[in-house]
């Protein structure tokens, strides 16, 4: 069983989720805003210390037409810096509408869901980034055993 966390990059904040590989589910973590327009990395330290995860996952935006967004050079910014500061591996993925999706998750959960802060958005949206990503993994690895 390897743990993960996924991230949803902000330009002002930065929603945190945990996952694990076996049952390919995620959970919010946090949102930790930015410091002076840099990502807070003592939190996102602290919480690599605690979860020690085997990778991260960062979600990419995308426009509707398949391009990435304008500023999608700060993700990669964030990513090589994960890696570089933490030296585990990054994985990018397409994060295109993740915030509505979680928007809509929140409004239509229980009543405790809906109780939660604006900034609870943006950790439920990294955990469908890892989710996603997951996911992915997993069918990937399923068409690998079936072309043998």
């Known amino acids: ?6 991230f949803d990059f902000g330009t002002r904040k930065i929603g945190i989720a945990v996952g694990q590989t076996v049952t390919g589910s995620a ?4 949102t930790l805003r930015n410091r002076q327009d840099k990502p807070d990395w003592p939190g996102i330290e602290a919480l690599i210390r ?5 990778a991260l996952v960062v ?15 700060r993700v990669h910014r964030f990513a ?18 993740t915030s509505l999706e979680a928007q809509r998750l929140i409004a239509e959960g229980p009543a405790t869901a809906k109780s939660t802060t604006p900034d609870a958005v943006d950790a439920f949206a ?13 069918q990937h690895l399923e ?3 079936t072309d043998r």
């Open 1 to 6: 069983m390897a743990t993960l966390l996924g």
């Open 27 to 30: 959970n919010p973590l946090t």
């Open 50 to 54: 605690e979860w020690q995860p085997e």
């Open 59 to 73: 979600g990419l935006p995308f426009n509707m037409d398949d391009t990435e967004v304008d500023w999608s050079g």
């Open 80 to 97: 090589r810096q994960l890696n570089g500061r933490f030296g585990l591996e990054v994985h990018l993925i397409d994060e295109r509408l």
């Open 126 to 138: 990294a955990a469908l980034i890892l989710e996603t990503w997951l996911c992915e993994q997993h």
């Open 143 to 145: 068409g690998r055993r």
